[in-house]
């Protein structure tokens, strides 16, 4: 099937074209990390991990979303979602792949990577990140690649294509639960030691990760000519919103715990996000838009008449998007080493370097998601 | 046929122990490198390793500054500035060093005077728990060391501790060294470092670099043995540790 990536039309080419560009320019500044050090980055002895972690964690939440399109088609056999349960298992491929090159690009001494697997440490997080990680990708190749040959040759998928599907669910409820063990875990970090935390990422993903999907399949939608089924884009957005509800009131709990406990150490961070502390207040202006545009989301998106009406729902999912990647993918990471150790305020900010290679992994993956997905349009499309 | 599969196991079976072998001597080359020397019969051994700094015999961060710059030029410590830097010890105010010891009303020369810092070597070292490679490890005798040859880089051990006691070599470390001590060895980029309580010299049987250049102000000794130095003199004074709450269990005490 995969001949199927190499036949397109002019618009398919300048994009690959345009992603492979993204990725050599991410790719040359990669190599300027990789000989000079993190010196590069904008982050320190105080905020050791941050921009390409957050990613990290972000991405593995737009990973863990194609379970919300696996459970109920495998599990509850609901039947709308047969058309697009293979898009969700190719993003995760696609998402993983980013999260294990994000891993990369923040080691210090990538050639030795493969101590991680050397020297397995079944006390460590890490470790089991590595192995939830890569159990679950290649899950998805398997169930996404499998259930799309059967449909290529039109028979019903294999048992085993199902039996692999379920147990791909727990694997994904685990890539984010262990993802969130990763700063839950470690004593002296008020901000992150939480026992929500496992439950706010899940929340988090299932709502901003089945919104990208939406929003990207609405894309394939226009552009390839291809029907996604009304009650399935509807049902979908439908997650999403209870999900949204979930992120937001786990948040919220957060908050609780920490004012009304009153205890410096619990507010510390929430106090550098939304006020600034020290002096330093990088993070205000994102966490008021964060909690704004998280806010008008739920607004648009909890009443029906509004939910149903496309303009609104792609609306509201863009600014769903914007709101939980501002909490995961920037602000979580750096608000935990803030405070730092010493009660002192080290910022950070990252460098255009940073932002460069981000860019690079990001259109890796993107380009990844467009192969994938041209070939399931294009099996789809010649089935029907 | 017979012969043909015979011949195959054969050749399959002494592959396979030759594999193994193979796979035994790297897992050996990856122990850490302690392992393979046989101990010097000079060295200095407890059962526990553990620091009593009597902070009342150091007034301002002058005094202190004998036993950094011994330690630093003992171990190749660079020199940047800023915060992509690396300490192995350095000196802190109360408020900084024991951030959850906050008293109003407090001594005005407490408050106001500088106290070292440096790797507790915790009784249970988050930094160990959450290594991916054991790079990090706590040895019999209570002291947590690096492996700089197995560390990936991750900085996970710098989320986990709770003291800020780690630093990351951002950049080239031997650019930022003036001068090398050719005895101890200078790192690479993108390993962690911190302090090792002197390991190095307590295997050639002497005290901390430290502990020597202050003069009977820091003692060191061992925690496990009740007759010790560093216990009389935690029985005997008021003691403080860093962030005992958090259950590390530290084996660096204050005499306050």
Redesign the interface.
């Known amino acids: 099937m995969l001949e199927k990536a190499l036949t397109g039309d002019k618009r398919y080419w300048s994009w690959i074209g345009f992603l492979l560009v993204l990725i050599g320019i991410g790719f040359g500044a990669y190599v300027v990390q990789y000989q000079e050090g993190l010196v590069v980055t904008g982050m320190s002895r105080d905020v050791s991990w941050a921009f390409y972690i957050a990613q990290l964690t972000y991405l593995v939440g737009v990973a863990a979303s194609g379970v919300m399109l696996v459970l109920p088609y495998y599990l509850h056999d609901y039947k709308k979602f047969g058309n697009l349960v293979v898009f969700g298992e190719f993003m995760a491929i696609g998402a993983i792949i980013m999260c294990l090159l994000f891993v990369i690009v923040d080691l210090g001494q990538p050639q030795r990577l493969f101590n991680l697997l050397i020297h397995p440490t079944p006390n460590s997080i890490l470790f089991w990140d590595a192995m939830v990680l890569n159990g679950y990708m290649l899950l998805n190749i398997i169930v996404g690649w499998a259930s799309l040959e059967a449909q290529k040759k039109g028979v019903p998928y294999a048992k085993w294509v199902r039996v692999l599907a379920i147990v791909s669910v727990p694997f994904a409820f685990s890539i984010h639960t262990v993802t969130a063990f990763l700063y839950a875990g470690i004593p002296g970090r008020h901000f992150w030691l939480t026992a929500i935390m496992a439950a706010r990422f899940l929340a988090s993903a299932f709502c901003a990760g089945p919104a990208i999907m939406l929003l990207l399949l609405m894309i394939v939608e226009k552009v390839a000519n291809f029907k996604l089924g009304k009650e399935a884009v509807a049902t979908l957005a439908k997650i999403i919103t209870y999900a949204m509800c979930g992120n937001v009131f786990f948040f919220m709990l957060e908050l609780f715990t920490a004012f009304y406990s009153n205890i410096p150490g619990h507010k510390a961070s929430i106090v550098y996000l939304f006020s600034g502390l020290e002096g330093h207040a990088e993070m205000v202006p994102f966490f008021w838009t964060a909690s704004v545009l998280a806010i008008l989301s739920l607004c648009l998106l909890i009443p029906s008449r509004t939910r149903n009406s496309k303009p609104v729902l792609i609306f509201s999912l863009i600014i769903l998007v914007i709101a939980t990647w501002i909490d995961k993918g920037l602000g979580l990471v750096v608000a935990g080493f803030i405070p730092n150790m010493f009660e002192g305020v080290t910022p950070y900010t990252p460098t255009g370097l940073e932002l460069t290679i981000s860019m690079g992994i990001y259109a890796i993956g993107a380009l990844i998601v467009t192969v994938l997905w041209k070939i399931a349009v294009s099996v789809k499309k010649a089935a029907a | 046929m017979n012969n043909t599969r015979r011949n195959f196991l054969k050749v399959a079976g002494i592959t396979a122990l030759g594999v193994a072998a193979g796979a035994g001597t790297a897992a050996a080359s990856?122990l850490p490198h302690y392992d393979h020397m046989t101990p010097k019969p000079e060295r200095l051994h407890a059962k526990r390793w553990g620091m009593v700094i009597d902070t009342r015999k150091f007034h301002s961060a002058e005094d202190y500054k004998p036993l950094i710059e011994a330690c630093h030029i003992e171990h190749n410590v660079p020199e940047f500035s800023?915060?992509?830097?690396i300490k192995w010890l350095w000196v802190?105010s109360y408020?900084?060093?024991f951030?959850?010891a906050h008293n109003e009303f407090m001594s005005e020369e407490v408050e106001h005077k500088p106290f070292p810092l440096l790797c507790n070597h915790c009784e249970e070292p988050?930094c160990?728990?959450?290594?991916?490679?054991?790079?990090t490890f706590k040895r019999e005798d209570g002291i947590v060391i690096m492996d700089m040859h197995?560390?990936?880089?991750?900085?996970?051990c710098?989320?986990?501790?709770?003291?800020?006691s780690r630093?990351?070599?951002?950049?080239?470390p031997r650019k930022g060294l003036k001068q090398e001590n050719p005895k101890y060895p200078t790192r690479?980029?993108?390993?962690?470092e911190k302090c090792n309580f002197c390991a190095e010299r307590l295997a050639e049987g002497k005290m901390p670099a430290c502990v020597e250049a202050s003069e009977g102000k820091v003692l060191f000794g061992d925690l496990g043995d009740p007759n010790s130095e560093v216990r009389r003199a935690l029985a005997e004074n008021f003691t403080i540790r860093r962030?005992p709450d958090?259950?590390?269990n530290p084996s660096v005490f204050y005499i306050i």
């Open positions: 990856y800023g915060p992509k830097e802190d408020h900084h060093a951030p959850m988050p160990v728990r959450v290594c991916p490679t054991q790079a197995r560390c990936i880089g991750c900085r996970f710098m989320a986990g501790c709770p003291y800020g630093s990351f070599n951002f950049q080239d690479t980029k993108g390993v962690v962030k958090l259950g590390t």
